[in-house]
């Protein structure tokens, strides 16, 4: 018997990535195996299980590589190891192949613009000459207006402040004493940036992506995709050195341990204009699209289902869509809809605009809400005004409306979750967790707090270990071992309590029973993968944002009045407080709610 003629003719299936929910891990805070104090890969393997319950489609960890945590783990000292604080390579792998065993993909960080100044390549650097080969791998330069070999170069090379706060150069001293070149830092002192220029630099990264391709990660996040190659000259720049438009600060960095005198002497940082584009000397240089299109073909040496996904902090969405053309990466997260706030006018042009700008390169969106770098989004929008973007949350700062933030943190989440494409969820945000908005000084670990001197609180307070058993030390951290663990590495508000997994499994009206639920919906009508468009109910002057995908109606109601439920639909899933068992008879979405609706 002949088997049947094969049918190619119909369109291939969407790759896993087009559509996936990934789920951000912070290793450090996600839950800890061993009783330390400190998130790790074992504590990791633990909550697969609970993972795969909520119905996510892939995990993307941030740094868990060998480093000395200057900034959290963004500062590798070697890319093929990891640290001890997290586990070993072993535990990496074992914790890889049972992910895999429950269908869900890993994505790990890969952090290429600069490396720690404890990685082999800048202590070579060190001790190395001027001009020498292990100086050419990082950005060394004379003194500005520096006579050669006079020693009197005590003006950095240019003008560049750092991302975090304080100049973007610091003076080395030659291994002979005398003071000698500089060297750059977009972001920490202890972050040296990687000159790009150098072959031996792109060959390794490219031998990194192996690395971690060959023990079968399905894909990377690309840290400051936008960084990395400079403008040729270095020349000076007068914009302000921020990630996103938000406060600039420009002042000499202060030590861990320093007094921190956070807000108090500080003249009003006032607004920045966004940096992004036109390109600063050091953000979305052209050169960096031909790492991607090198990158593209080394992943397309392991198959059609690895990926990348770029965090690139630029603007418009058009130059944002350049990192995902067919060449280069497959994503790249979409920062403008959460930079939009809870505003349905606002996050309906970002809607516009992302969908589009995706479309015209034929990649997928993405959804973004929160990560490890922003105030969470159940905080930021319980602000007074909830299209703020603030840089981190002390005491003396606005405190939000907790209830509030909740409220609308629930419903933005089903308008992203709705979305064609794919979308990002920070842990704990399915727990509704707050920001923590009062973590004394003394507390704080990011860098940018330090180098800001104060000014920027920085970003502890989404970084905070999560909560999976109320009644437990430590709100069950550290699981089986919370009972004589070791204090979390970052102080948990009492906030945290109610919000513990085990207070909402089961739950219905909990935001884990929301988001499970979401999360189902979600695929099982295929959302990430539908056919967007704004529904006649659209009305985001009136604060109402209402569009179709497919044949599901989305409702969110971000204005002062509730918003009828259209003739001929009834609610699937309401963002509200409520239990399902009241969602049939609903005919008003109440303000800062959204509803799935389903035909009759
Ligand atoms: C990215 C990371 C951030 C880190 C920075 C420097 O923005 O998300 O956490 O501090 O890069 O690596």
């Not at 890993?106 to 720690?116: A, E, R």
């Not at 052209?286 to 198959?303: F, M, T």
């Not at 007074?384 to 909740?406: C, H, N, V």
């Not at 439920?565 to 407080?577: N, T």
């Amino acid at each position: 018997m002949s088997n049947p003629p094969v049918d190619s003719s119909g369109p291939s299936p969407a790759p896993w990535w087009s559509d996936a929910v990934v789920y951000q891990i912070y290793p450090r805070s996600f839950a800890d195996g061993n009783g330390d104090g400190m998130g790790d890969l074992r504590g990791v393997v633990e909550r697969l299980p609970y993972l795969a319950e909520l119905g996510v489609d892939a995990i993307w960890l941030s740094p868990f590589y060998k480093s000395p945590q200057a900034d959290a783990g963004y500062d590798v000292a070697d890319y093929r190891q990891v640290d001890p604080l997290f586990g070993t390579l072993e535990d990496f792998d074992a914790m890889l192949a049972d992910a895999h065993q429950r269908g869900l993909k890993v994505i790990v960080d890969l952090v290429p613009n600069h490396t720690s100044d404890e990685h082999i390549w800048f202590q070579e650097a060190l001790a190395s000459p001027p001009g020498s080969r292990e100086r050419d791998r990082y950005m060394f330069r004379p003194g500005k207006d520096e006579v050669p070999g006079s020693g009197d170069g005590n003006r950095p090379p240019n003008n560049w402040k750092s991302i975090f706060g304080g100049p973007a150069w610091t003076r080395i001293t030659e291994a002979d004493g005398s003071p000698g070149e500089w060297y750059l830092h977009l972001f920490d002192t202890k972050q040296p940036d990687l000159n790009w220029e150098n072959p031996e630099v792109q060959e390794e990264m490219r031998s990194v992506l192996r690395f971690w391709l060959d023990r079968g990660v399905d894909g990377f996040r690309v840290d400051v995709a936008h960084g990395m190659v400079k403008e040729a000259g270095l020349p000076d720049w007068e914009g302000a050195a921020a990630m996103v438009e938000g406060t600039e600060v420009h002042r000499e960095p202060m030590q861990p341990g320093d007094a921190p005198g956070a807000h108090t002497d500080l003249e009003e940082p006032h607004r920045a204009v966004s940096p992004t584009y036109p390109p600063s000397p050091f953000f979305d240089q052209e050169g960096v699209h031909d790492i991607y299109r090198d990158w593209h073909r080394v992943l397309e040496g392991y198959g059609s289902d690895r990926m990348m996904v770029a965090e690139a902090w630029v603007e418009p969405a058009e130059r944002l869509a350049r990192y995902v053309r067919q060449d280069e990466m497959q994503q790249a997260f979409n920062f403008d809809f959460l930079l939009a706030g809870w505003d349905a006018e606002r996050m309906s042009e970002s809607i516009d605009a992302s969908l589009a700008a995706a479309a015209s390169v034929g990649a997928p969106c993405t959804w973004v809400l929160s990560n490890h770098d922003t105030v969470r989004h159940s905080t930021r929008f319980g602000l007074k005004d909830p299209t703020t973007f603030p840089k981190g949350i002390a005491a003396t700062d606005e405190q939000p409306d907790a209830a509030l933030g909740l409220a609308r943190a629930r419903a933005a989440t089903l308008i992203s979750l709705a979305l064609p494409g794919s979308a990002y969820v920070y842990q704990g945000e399915e727990l509704g967790l707050p920001e923590h908005t009062t973590l004394p000084a003394e507390a704080r670990q990011d860098p940018t707090f330090f180098r800001t001197r104060g000014a920027e609180t920085g970003r502890d307070g989404c970084r905070v270990p999560l909560p999976w058993a109320a009644d437990q030390p430590g709100y069950g951290f550290a699981g089986s071992h919370s009972l004589t663990a070791a204090p979390p590495w970052l102080p948990q508000p009492e906030s945290f309590g109610p919000h513990a997994a085990d207070q909402q499994d089961g739950v219905s009206g909990s935001t884990l029973e929301l988001y499970r639920a979401a999360l189902a919906f979600r695929a099982g009508r295929r959302l990430g993968l539908g056919t967007f468009a704004w529904a006649d109910s659209h009305a985001p002057e009136s604060g109402v944002l209402a569009f179709h995908n497919g044949d599901v109606l989305v409702l969110a109601n971000t204005g002062f009045a509730s918003a009828p439920v259209p003739e001929g639909y009834s609610v699937a899933l309401s963002s509200g407080l409520e239990p399902a068992a009241d969602w049939s008879g609903m005919r008003e979405v109440p303000v800062d709610c959204t509803v799935y609706l389903a035909k009759n």
